[in-house]
């Protein structure tokens, strides 16, 4: 039998294969050597946020081109992609009612009343504009933030910005670590102390590994039962205080703001963009199988990611709103006012509304217990990304976790020993938690925003000048917003020439860091940055 005649290889033959080659080894491939769902360590394959065989295929999202079908028109709206796309922005809003963000809940209402809620609206609108961006650029890029700054900015750049992002990672775990002890220990009746409860919280990465070994869409479900567990807590409580309807909607749609609420607003605004989630978001919206070479499926990926992530945080402002609106109408000009913070919360709440057919002390105990285990879990996985995309590791998923996990936990450990003494300790300790966030925030948004307006990267996916202004003049108000925070806590807690000049070199670099980041960066900020800085050269020369 004659073999069969060879087929000469043209010039563009040789071409095509060479862009095959290349494309296989930069992209992750369904036959690479997984174990447990995670790469072998051996492989060379580039670490990805999610592996070929975790991603869920989108139904008509097809991986091969078909002939006669156009890639760069968007598909009519569909339920079931909808649903297919649910997930990503639920986890993300767990950020939001963290904790840390109960407590600036709690004290808004108590100390300003229903004053606040239209702040706290606006808040989460911005929060949303912020998700929204992290979001695109990891969808249009198909990488996440922290591995674009390691790739677009110098390696000291990059190591500084992930020092940065795992302080804000650790300020924050710590929060929410200390509210689901303190939860834990109201519904233990004090058996279990405060140190108990962080050990227990702490297991919540082995909870994570298991439950990312059925599938990112069951660990999606968790969530969700966790979302709609403080919802209902919340929502019982609110049932219970009967807070004031008309009052209510006059402070979601009368601005109003006094010199006595200013500490209690800049908190409230302050607690809505975490850095570490502005890392997240980016990574978890590539659970998802997209082709970011075909424009209408992109498009179509965002829009959907943007009904998804607005649903997800109007959930998450009703129950801020119920937590504002509980502590409002039981504490608003009372004696108790200035001295509620998370640890005592529960016991006032039950002294003022008593037991009921189930005890509000327990009711209050379980929105927490939810509220921290949902934000340490994605507190875990922030971790993974963050330090997975800054140092470029290839580590198997359950070492990777117990190191990110490790570095949180330990020092929470300690503080929670240092810590666990008085309820006015833990009250500072927060304070400082909150300060230590807010210096951490421009280097989240910063690159986000130079990154996302970069055509280079973001292609035609870059945002428009107009959305450019806007995403940064939100910036900036969060960022002077908690620059208040800081200034206003400094001067009350700096005593010392030394202590001083410690704190006035650390403003310096600090600041000269941040004209670093915005003149690196792409768009029309960075563009009239840079070329203000080059007039200023040229009228200092002359």
């Not at 070199?505 to 600041?511: H, M, Q, R």
């Amino acid at each position: 039998m004659s073999s069969p005649p060879q087929q000469q290889n043209t010039p563009s033959d040789s071409k095509d294969e060479e862009s095959r080659h290349l494309l296989s080894t930069s992209l992750p491939q369904s036959t690479s050597p997984l174990i447990n769902g995670y790469a072998d360590d051996d492989s060379e394959e580039e670490e990805f946020a999610y592996g070929s065989g975790e991603k869920i295929h989108i139904v008509d999202f097809d991986s091969e081109p078909i002939d006669g079908v156009d890639y760069s028109t968007v598909p009519p709206f569909s339920w079931k992609k909808l649903w297919q796309f649910t997930g990503p922005g639920f986890l993300m809003s767990i950020a939001f009612l963290d904790p840390g963000n109960l407590e600036g809940d709690l004290q808004a209402g108590a100390i300003a009343g229903y004053s606040l809620l239209w702040l706290l609206l606006w808040a989460t609108v911005m929060g949303l504009l912020i998700q929204l961006l992290s979001a695109r650029i990891g969808v249009a890029t198909g990488r996440h933030l922290a591995e674009l700054c390691r790739e677009e900015y110098p390696k000291w750049a990059g190591l500084l910005l992930w020092f940065m992002a795992e302080v804000a990672l650790i300020g924050a775990d710590i929060q929410e670590v200390i509210g689901s002890a303190i939860a834990i220990k109201i519904l233990s009746r004090g058996v279990l102390p405060l140190w108990a409860g962080v050990l227990i919280t702490a297991s919540d990465c082995f909870l994570l590994l298991v439950l990312e070994n059925y599938g990112i869409r069951k660990l999606e479900a968790v969530f969700a039962v966790l979302i709609s567990t403080m919802a209902l807590s919340f929502a019982w409580m609110f049932g219970d205080a009967k807070p004031s309807g008309k009052e209510l909607l006059a402070g979601l749609l009368i601005p109003k703001l006094s010199s006595r609420t200013v500490r209690q607003a800049v908190g409230v605004v302050g607690c809505v963009i975490m850095p570490h989630n502005v890392f997240l978001h980016s990574a978890l919206v590539q659970s998802r199988e997209i082709d970011t070479k075909k424009k209408g499926q992109v498009q179509e990926a965002l829009n959907y990611y943007s009904i998804e992530c607005s649903f997800a945080l109007l959930v998450s402002f009703i129950i801020n709103l119920f937590v504002t609106t509980v502590f409002a109408k039981g504490f608003y000009g009372s004696e108790q006012a200035s001295s509620l913070g998370l640890v005592n919360a529960g016991q006032y709440l039950q002294d003022k509304y008593g037991g009921g057919m189930f005890p509000i002390l327990y009711i209050w105990g379980i929105g927490l217990l939810a509220a921290g285990q949902s934000s340490t879990i994605t507190g875990t996985y922030a971790g993974q990304f963050i330090m997975g995309g800054f140092l470029d590791l290839r580590l198997k998923k359950w070492l990777r976790a117990l190191i990110t996990r490790s570095c949180a936990i330990v020092p929470t450990i300690i503080v929670a020993l240092i810590f666990n003494r008085t309820e006015s300790s833990l009250d500072v300790l927060n304070e400082w938690l909150n300060v230590l966030q807010s210096i951490q925030i421009p280097f989240a948004l910063i690159p986000l925003l130079t990154l996302v307006s970069k055509e280079e990267l973001m292609g035609v996916f870059k945002i428009g000048p107009t959305l450019e202004r806007v995403a940064w003049t939100v910036a900036a108000l969060v960022m002077v917003i908690n620059g208040y925070l800081l200034l206003d806590f400094v001067i009350s807690e700096v005593n010392g020439l030394l202590f001083a000049f410690l704190v006035c070199a650390g403003t310096a670099g600090y600041i000269a860091f941040i004209l670093y980041l915005i003149s690196h960066g792409g768009g029309n900020v960075a563009n009239w940055f840079n070329l203000l800085r080059t007039k200023g050269y040229s009228y200092a020369g002359q």
